[in-house]
């Protein structure tokens, strides 16, 4: 018992000069004057306190001793409570310690990415993580992977995360504003709904640090679409007759494009990769999926819903090459720098919709 008391002597001596006690994180600190808690209170179970020795040596005043040999009951019922007070944060710390990074409040991780590398086996789900104020709360990562990765850049690896997502085949969902809602013959879209130029939707990105953007976008050609074939090339204009995903304002800066081409055979408003298709914008570069889901050679104001664009699939002999990214529908970029800026979702035409517009069912967004 004497040895007991020993160790948690040194354990306390070592804990009570200041250079030595404040080497240690504060977590450790709590943690270990917890652990002494615990340890009086087997002292005081199984080592005879009216023990002169162990009054003498640690100066336990007679006056605390009642004619028993023991504290009065006032005093045991305080060092129980406070025992018990220190056995379950003694508890909390150890789970907290032992906890995988993420898995709780007070062991956030950086992010999704982090969480991977710390437990490759980590499944899609909500996690806690810090943002670049400080700021500590919960965002969905994603593990599974859903592309491949190193086919857009090599230093993209597993762990993102969720931003936001739409799937207008799930009734209970609407339309984000300030896109506009149809139903056609009970196929629901978001569609862009004003005259002209883009209608633009904000993916907030809660001050996450991110570098790599991935996704997917799925919608249909409403009328003549006409491909990167528009009125402007000025990224803070209608481009493309599609959507348009950025980030930052001045200067916006290009992340992915979906743009429609007005048919799947050869025509200067058709996509890039038919023979006569009109190319993108050198900002573009090759970050982009085309598509057309008219297979006519002529054009008409009406939903063409018999094909679901950027899908990769039903492009047409003229633009096969267009469905040749094995990883659609998935897009993902790999930005020169890393920000927190948020993102931007734009639905662009240059002409009225009563000629065209864009059909959207469903997207999906993530970074890292």
Known sequence: SISVWYVVHQFCQAFSVPSRMYAFPASIRKLALSAVHVLFIV????????????????????????????PPQSQLDAIFNQIDADVTTLIMAAQNCLAPLGTVQSKPANSCREIYFANSGSQTGLYWVINSTGAVFQVTC??????NFSSFNANITNGFAALTSLDMSDTTQQCPSPLKYLNSSGLRLCYKGVSTS???????????????????????EIGSDDGFKTSTSSIDSSYVDGVSITYGKNPRRHIWTFAIG???????????????????????GTNYY???????SSWSNVLYSSDLLWDGKNCGDASASCCTNQNQPWFCNRLSVATVGDVEMRICTDEAINNEDVGLQSFEFYVQ
Do not use: W
Not at 58 to 69: D, K, V
Not at 142 to 147: H, T
Not at 199 to 216: D, E, I, N, R
């Open 290 to 296: 085309c598509e057309s889901g008219n297979s006519g």
């Open 142 to 147: 994603k593990f599974d992977r859903f592309a």
């Open 43 to 70: 002292l005081i179970l199984h080592v005879p306190l009216n023990d002169s020795n162990v009054q003498c040596k640690y100066a336990l005043a007679p006056t605390r001793i009642n004619s028993s040999g023991c």
């Open 262 to 284: 007005v048919y799947q055979t050869s025509h200067t408003n058709s996509c890039p990769c038919t023979a006569s298709g009109t190319a993108p914008p050198s900002f573009v």
């Open 198 to 220: 883009c209608a633009s939707l904000t993916v907030p990105t809660f001050g996450l640090s991110y570098q790599t953007v991935c996704g997917k976008m799925a919608g249909y």
